[in-house]
């Protein structure tokens, strides 16, 4: 948490992402926000796996991000923890999945995913809206 600005997850009703991250590039550290607009159930593991898998890990320390064309790894670290993974929901995996498979074609160009995420989005695909 001391990685975090206030040492806190921050609350913003006015986003519309789910969940949002500010930090500096290299720097280790920054701000996490959500906005409780997430459409998959509201889990402690589901949760978990955003927040620290996703924005803290991904975004904050890998510095993954759309601008350097990969933000999809971010998916791809939440869908590889499987200590969080095999624990959330399927929604929650169709979530990840279905956008994995969007940022891939659009960071990459690349119409397909690996057969890995592939078979796991044949899977859960269907229980994300």
Sequence with gaps: MSDLQGG????????????????VLGSGKGKISGSDEHD????????????????????IK????????SHRLAYKNVINYKA????TTDAYKGFNLKKLDELSEK???????????????RKYAKYYP
């Excluded at 890998?62 to 064309?69: A, E, I, L, Q």
């Design 40 to 59: 998959y159930e509201t889990t402690v593991e589901n949760i978990q796996s955003s927040l620290v898998v996703h924005e803290w890990y991904s975004h």
């Design 62 to 69: 890998k510095d993954n991000r759309t601008d350097m064309k």
């Design 84 to 87: 969080l993974w095999d624990k």
């Design 107 to 121: 960071e990459t160009g690349r119409t397909q995913v690996d057969s890995l995420y592939r078979n796991l989005y």
């Design 8 to 23: 806190k997850i921050h609350f913003d009703g006015s986003s519309t992402a789910n969940w949002i991250s500010d930090w």
